[in-house]
């Protein structure tokens, strides 16, 4: 892998990974928390929400330059003015790239009332949401789909987008649950957190399976096969990560089924284990992530 | 544990598929044929390609047996599928073998290139 390969491959997977815990912190806190609890979590995310909404621009921004040295084949090629706005005003991948930009600048408007509600905006964290929705799902535009012809490439454009859409949902809110155990110890909160831990049981049952479903569906649309072939780098990072995700899905249901019964019936020692296993899922999550931003740029028939 | 067992299978079958969402454009054909000899110049190139092309970022530079660089139409996309390029020749091609070095940006962002020969007979 040459070097503007490589570092576009790491700008996606900053991308994809500040853009999924934007989307899913996000949406938690505009859905299934409840007003008060939403007070006192979003302060306790700060930081891991400032810098995400700081990356994903920075990410966006660099996108740009890292396709024109990866076009060019040198990184030279990155500051090539006539690459750029050819690249910019004369493709599909620019007109995304305008949109992105775009939706980027409405995200830093959006996170800002989060911090300043003195602007009178009623839903702040749902304009957050509804950018990083935005951002993510423009991924299905510069994929493979986007490469498809007529009807079948929408579909296929349309499944992708559901799919980084439930994807990005699942992660991003398993960074809020850590907090949102912490508050189940605090009386003020308590009764709050519990709602917004059930809510998260049936939301995150929706997820994991639109995850499933458009991941079946993509089989079907783009692959038409298994990833059986082991000489193939490529076809060996795909099974890597289906067994990341296997695990992470493990992980959801000890969660669900073993630990919250037993939290349930009064151990509390149970809610350490459930904040671990969903940190645990967000590792192994990013780590899915990564693999998708390197095989992503491997060639499938390679 | 039959749900878990299940869920865990479900996941390691259905996510084959995720994740390919990106391809390079590959030379599916070509007219003329790479190693074809024809009998009559082509009035234009055309390259049929694995993936949809952006075509203002795909060409070809045609080349004649002595490296010397002829001009080419601009390329253009065929009028029924974005995966085929075709680039006119400017002027008939004489007897000879000649090279076509392209290069294609697929829809997804991937560059990729390669060349091909023919022959116009004499």
């Known amino acids: 892998m040459t070097g503007p390969i490589a570092a576009l491959a790491l700008c996606r997977l900053t991308f994809d990974a500040a853009g999924a815990l934007l989307f899913g912190a996000s949406l938690f806190l505009a859905v299934l928390a409840p007003a008060t609890l939403r007070g006192a979590l979003a302060p306790r995310l700060g930081p891991t929400l400032r810098a995400a909404v700081v990356l994903v621009p920075v990410a966006t921004l660099l996108w740009l330059p890292l396709e024109a040295a990866q076009i060019g084949g040198a990184w030279h090629s990155a500051l090539d003015l006539d690459l750029l706005s050819a690249l910019l005003f004369d493709t599909s991948l620019g007109s995304v790239w305008l949109a992105r930009a775009a939706l980027c600048g409405l995200l830093a408007a959006g996170f800002l009332t989060t911090r300043r509600p003195v602007l009178a905006v009623g839903r702040p964290w749902a304009i957050v949401a509804t950018c990083s929705g935005l951002l993510l799902a423009s991924l299905a535009l510069s994929g493979h789909a986007a490469a498809d012809e007529g009807a079948r490439g929408t579909v296929q454009a349309g499944n992708e987008a559901l ?17 949102c155990l912490a508050a189940l110890r605090e009386p003020s909160l308590r009764r709050q957190a519990e709602l917004a831990l059930r809510r998260f049981s049936t939301a995150g049952h929706g997820a ?9 569906a993509n089989t079907a649309l783009v692959l038409g096969r298994w990833p059986t072939d082991w000489s193939s780098p490529y076809q060996v990072l795909l099974v890597a990560k289906v067994a990341l995700v296997a695990v992470m899905v493990g992980l959801a249901l000890s969660n669900r089924y073993l630990l919250m019964p037993r939290l349930a019936g009064g151990h509390e020692a149970a809610l350490g284990s459930i904040g671990r296993r969903a940190l645990a899922e967000l590792a192994l999550g990013a780590a899915a992530l990564a693999l998708v931003a390197v ?7 390679g | 544990m039959t749900l878990v067992r299940t869920f865990l299978l479900s996941a390691l079958i259905l996510f084959g598929g995720v994740g390919t969402a990106f391809a390079h454009a590959h030379l599916l054909s070509s007219v003329p044929a790479d190693r074809s000899v024809v009998a009559a110049s082509p009035s234009e190139l ?27 139409g601009k390329p253009q996309l065929a009028k029924d599928s974005d995966k085929v390029m075709v680039v006119p020749v400017e002027s008939p091609l004489a007897a000879g073998r000649y090279r076509v070095e392209w290069h294609a940006l697929s829809r997804d962002g991937h560059s990729s290139h390669g060349a091909y020969a023919f022959t116009v007979r004499p």
Do not use: M, N
């Open chain 1, 295 to 301: 095989f992503g740029l491997l060639d499938p028939t």
């Open chain 1, 208 to 216: 994991v399976a639109l995850v499933i479903a458009t991941g079946l």
């Open chain 2, 46 to 72: 055309t390259l049929t390609f694995s993936e949809g092309l952006e075509i203002a970022l795909s060409g070809v530079t045609l080349t004649t047996a002595g490296k010397q660089v002829l001009p080419t």
């Open chain 1, 163 to 179: 799919h980084v859409l439930s994807g990005g949902a699942w992660l991003g809110a398993l960074a809020v649950l850590p907090p």
